[in-house]
């Protein structure tokens, strides 16, 4: 019978050992590709790495959960010797990660608790998440499914049905006014909408407000100002004639 059990105890944790290589393997993998070829490194084959490492270990739980595998809790682990000197067998072993098995090394390697200051925080956690009420926790835990809910729908939507979303959106919400681009192209081609003015052209001798022109200067075109009835059309007043005079460099 303690046969028996030594040889499922022994095959149980050569599994193990064969499982962890694997998963050691393809973390070893991932590293390299993360610090050595990042700039190659598609979204795409970052997860497909994880998914690797994901399937690793749940095949790892799952041994660990047959009922045919021994309980590791049950099984304690003591150093027979000590020594502050270079194992090359345990070196070799552990791929030069651990040298020596010394009094300082055990504690942390044969350790059954977490650290002191692990243990701390988790009670520092546990004394806030006491203090929290039932129903402030429940409306906490509402809240954050409710994110989650939301991040999940977002992320299974497929991207065409987001791409037509947004074309719907932008479709719906046009950037422009047709009148005004209508108005706009009309003035430009046919002159709709645009002020009447005098044609450039020459101008009869002793009409008012022209006097004579300085060759090569700028030429002034008389413009029909509506007027009250007093005025006769197509004669400018004098307020006017007298400050386009005074501020034209050229008009005598």
Request: hydrophobic residues 35%; neutral net charge; aromatic residues 4%.
């Amino acid at each position: 019978m303690q046969q028996r059990e030594e040889k499922q105890l022994e095959a149980a944790v050569e599994s193990l050992a064969s499982r962890v290589a694997h998963v050691k393997n393809a973390l070893h993998n991932f590293i390299y590709m993360l610090e050595n070829e990042y700039e190659r490194l598609t979204w795409p084959s970052v997860l497909d790495n994880f998914a690797l490492l994901s399937g690793q270990l749940n095949s790892i739980n799952k041994l660990l959960k047959n009922e045919k595998t021994p309980s590791f809790r049950n099984q304690v682990i003591i150093p027979l010797l000590l020594s502050p000197d270079r194992d090359e067998d345990l070196a070799k072993l552990t791929e030069q990660r651990v040298p020596v098995f010394s009094h300082e090394i055990v504690p942390d390697y044969l350790r059954t608790k977490p650290d002191p200051e692990v243990e701390e925080q988790e009670k520092q956690l546990s004394v806030e998440a006491a203090r929290i009420g039932p129903e402030a926790a429940q409306k906490q835990i509402q809240t954050l499914n409710k994110l989650c809910s939301n991040l999940l729908e977002k992320l299974n939507n497929p991207r065409d049905d987001r791409d037509s979303e947004s074309a719907a959106i932008r479709q719906s919400k046009p950037s422009f006014n047709p009148a005004d681009t209508n108005a706009l192209v009309g003035a430009v081609a046919f002159g709709k909408g645009l002020s009447k003015c005098r044609p450039p052209g020459p101008v009869a001798p002793g009409h008012p407000g022209q006097g004579p022109m300085m060759s090569g200067g700028p030429t002034l075109q008389q413009v029909t100002i509506g007027g009250g009835s007093n005025q006769q059309a197509g004669k400018m007043p004098s307020s006017i004639k007298t400050n386009i005079k005074s501020a034209h460099p050229y008009t005598r």
